[in-house]
């Protein structure tokens, strides 16, 4: 199973990729391994491709229920997340890789082709499924470099590019057509918020502080964010947190009190009731239970 704290140095660190080429596959399960992943966003390019069950991805504010067999493409800088459908499991690769990979002082290729996409200029669909446009291509690809990847025999970094560059190739053909980059610039906006919690979480703040982080008054940022992700900028902070705190209840034998304090709270009894109001458990029996 997969270490939580190797899960997020995916997202967190510039150095996870092996060495040969910036590429690799990690399996997950939810929620199996964790309850969710929640909102994020990094500079590599992502694909989550679900092995079994269903679940839920949510990119750019918006959600998409996935199944066996979806694949969701995430562009760098989009802000996403992953979450249990109900009570249903799901079994998902994260595939990530640099897309500087494509990159050349001898050609243009990238700048005149790949960067749209790598850039959310074009307009590409988040998800791939049966029916949409290019889906077989990039499934077959992924297929490829799951089976080149497994083995890693000889050069086997130059299949995993030379499959890439045919997967984008196939995109580039079916999709040109411009993003309206109205939605891109309001989620911009609140990408500095984002990380902010995911690096700081543990810390004390407030709304205000946020909103100044965001560049908008107080009572701006509250609609906005809302308005951008569906919850108040305080669920988020406090779902975040609990995340988090459930993900140490099961890798850590630190006291609930410690865990409590550690992702942000600092009133057991408010954190206990916030976690039996998220996971329907208290946090002792979550971590018995689980």
Request: with cysteine; glycine share 6%.
């Amino acid at each position: 199973m997969l270490n939580i704290n190797e899960y997020q140095a995916i997202h967190e660190n510039v150095s996870h990729f092996d060495y040969n080429i910036p590429y690799n596959t990690y399996p997950c399960t939810i929620p199996l391994d964790f309850e969710s992943v929640p909102l994020h966003w990094h500079e590599d390019v992502e694909f989550i491709y679900i092995k079994k069950g269903s679940g839920v991805i949510v990119i750019d504010g918006n959600e998409h229920i996935v199944n066996a067999g979806d694949i969701a493409f995430i562009i760098p800088g989009m802000v996403h997340g992953i979450f249990q459908l109900g009570t249903d499991s799901m079994e998902y690769e994260n595939i990530l890789f640099d897309g500087k990979l494509f990159s050349s002082s001898t050609d243009d290729f990238f700048d005149t082709f790949l960067l749209p996409f790598f850039s959310n200029t074009v307009e590409v669909p988040h998800v791939f499924r049966q029916g949409v446009a290019g889906y077989e291509s990039v499934r077959k690809y992924l297929d490829s470099n799951d089976n080149i990847s497994s083995h890693r025999e000889g050069a086997w970094g130059l299949a995993i590019k030379g499959n890439l560059y045919l997967l984008l190739f196939d995109l580039v053909t079916l999709y040109e057509k411009k993003n309206d980059s109205s939605g891109k610039k309001k989620i911009d906006k609140l990408k500095p918020v984002i990380k902010y919690v995911e690096l700081h979480y543990s810390e004390s703040m407030t709304v205000a502080e946020m909103a100044d982080i965001a560049g908008f008054s107080e009572s701006h940022f509250m609609r906005f964010f809302k308005d951008t992700f569906g919850v108040s900028f305080v669920t988020y902070l406090n779902d975040y947190r609990l995340s988090m705190a459930a993900r140490l209840l099961l890798a850590t034998e630190d006291t609930i009190l410690d865990i409590s304090q550690q992702v942000g709270f600092e009133n057991l009894s408010h954190f206990n009731r916030k976690f039996k109001a998220k996971y329907d458990k208290t946090p002792k029996e979550y971590r018995i239970n689980k």
